[in-house]
């Protein structure tokens, strides 16, 4: 595509409150031509959100919520009381807390969660649309439900595409050539979340603006009437095979060793924290998590603290107990496990004991 886009903001949208009609409210705001044919519009998820009443007004345990409104936990930290989930939402993406949102929420200050199936929501959206401008469903006006989220590997936000209709949400390319007459063979570019985020940067995040129209898109890239399935955000989520991180690193040592990211023995053992901590809280988490399999196993832990001046380093001694050699073995197996999900060093060269005791030294990783 070599020509142009044009992005407008939808300004002067009301507060929107349960049972409001928004596609009534976004063509009045736009007023005469302001929504024809050709045309995408992105609208943020929160204010279909509240046009459906999807809040939570008990504000005060936002992490059983998060729990509710989630399918699986990806990853969790700790920052100081509260614990911060990594999840693959109800709605479809893997995101923070659910997409779950306090931010321009209106005058209640409630919670506002994410419609479960956001695909139907602009579906829904869209014959909303076309019936109040009199258009037949054929008709190329599509409708992208946006909300924000991080991305791995990557600082900051971005808007992406939660919900889609009347879009081709992948343009996949394999199969064609590019400039230099080579066969692409993987490039399928998420049009979709490209659209949402371009429609960000009129909407933005202080200013109340709910809503964008992209104007100048391809023909090609909306759906047809029988073409529903390519148009739904959900397809841009990988999961099963398509996802190699299904769990953070630290989560898929736990989760291996018996500790599942968001299960109550998760919190007894203790989460990581987003921050640094003492070198003594890790070593806790890794016997505690070591010790979860075995009731009657147990656990002495000597921790010496490093001279910054002589140049050591913090260390531990666990001596490790269970009642008969082969149980002694699967512990001490499952502490250089630990130690490794905490990057931790350890060398566990010691023999054991006739009391079925062995004895290792964790330390901090050697960088």
Known sequence: MTRGLTITPVLGVPEVRAGDEVARLLLSALGEGGLVVGDVIVVSSKIVSKALGLTAADVSDKESLVLDESTRIVAERSVGDRVTRVVEALAGPVMAAAGIDASNTGPSGALLLLPHD???????????????LGMPSATPLAVILSDTAGRPWRGGLTDFALGSAGLKVLLDHRGE??????????????????????????????????????????????????????GDARRLVRTGPGDWFALGHVEAVRAALGVAPGSELSEQVGIRPVGAEPFA??????????????????????????????????????????ADDFALGRLAQRLEVAA??????????????????VTARLSPPRR
Do not use: Y
Not at 195 to 200: E, I, K, Q
Not at 297 to 312: K, M, P
């Open 177 to 230: 050539t590019d400039a230099d007459g080579r066969v692409m063979s993987v490039t399928a570019r998420a049009v979709a979340d490209e659209l949402a985020a371009a429609a960000d940067l009129v909407k933005g995040k202080a200013d109340g603006v709910a809503a964008a129209v992209v104007r100048g898109v391809p023909e090609s890239w909306f759906a047809g009437p029988v073409e529903d399935a390519v």
């Open 118 to 132: 956001p695909d139907a929501c602009a579906r829904d959206l869209r014959s909303a649309f076309l019936a109040l």
């Open 340 to 357: 490794a999900g905490e990057d931790l060093t350890i060398d566990l060269t010691g023999r054991p004991t006739a009391e079925h005791t």
């Open 281 to 322: 809280a890790r070593v806790a988490r890794v016997v505690a998590v070591t010790l979860a399999a075995d009731e009657d196993a147990s656990a002495d832990v000597e921790i010496t603290a490093g001279g910054a001046g002589d140049g050591t380093e913090d260390s531990a001694e666990v001596t490790l107990g269970a």
